[in-house]
């Protein structure tokens, strides 16, 4: 199949998403775990970082090595027993992610439907 720099950085955007989702479904599962840390997943920043250097010139071997960066949150407690997991706030990210992944599934689906047209054009 054709890829190209938008199809990788889609790919990169589902691979971050999808990440993210399970980060913060652990969160979700640890609520009431002593002691456990809340973990994020960041993707969009080294995304964006690739972004702003422009894609002009840019290798897709150096587009694929972008990766998430996943963090986990040590300095703050809410409870006293030192775990930091906010339900509300996890299941808010976790709607609000859900909602993202979906979008780039669907930029992914489209881009890929057009790749197939073109190549089914060319057949004829």
Same mark, same amino acid.
């Given at each position: 199949?054709?890829?190209?720099?938008?199809?990788?950085? +889609?790919?990169? $955007? /589902?691979? %971050?998403? @999808?990440?993210?989702? &399970?980060?913060?479904?652990?969160?979700? $599962?640890?609520?009431?775990?002593? %002691?456990?840390?809340?973990?994020? /997943?960041?993707? &969009?920043?080294? =995304?964006?970082?690739?972004?702003? &250097?422009?894609?002009? %010139?840019?290798?897709?071997? !150096? +587009? !694929?090595?972008?990766? $998430?960066?996943?963090?986990?949150? #040590?300095?703050? @407690?809410?409870?006293?027993? %030192?775990?930091?997991?906010?339900? #509300?706030? !996890?299941?808010? =990210? =976790?709607?609000?992610? @859900? +909602?993202?992944?979906?979008?780039?599934?669907?930029?992914?689906?489209?881009?890929?439907?057009?790749?197939?047209? /073109?190549?089914? #054009?060319?057949?004829?």
């Amino acid at each position: 199949m054709i890829v190209d720099k938008n199809m990788i950085m +889609l790919e990169k $955007a /589902v691979s %971050g998403a @999808s990440l993210r989702h &399970k980060a913060i479904l652990n969160n979700i $599962a640890n609520t009431n775990t002593p %002691g456990y840390k809340r973990i994020d /997943v960041d993707f &969009k920043t080294s =995304l964006k970082t690739f972004l702003d &250097k422009g894609i002009d %010139g840019k290798s897709l071997k !150096e +587009l !694929e090595s972008v990766s $998430a960066d996943i963090k986990r949150e #040590e300095n703050t @407690s809410l409870r006293t027993d %030192g775990n930091n997991v906010d339900i #509300e706030r !996890e299941m808010a =990210l =976790l709607a609000k992610n @859900s +909602l993202e992944y979906d979008y780039y599934m669907s930029l992914l689906s489209r881009k890929i439907r057009m790749v197939k047209s /073109v190549i089914n #054009e060319n057949r004829r």
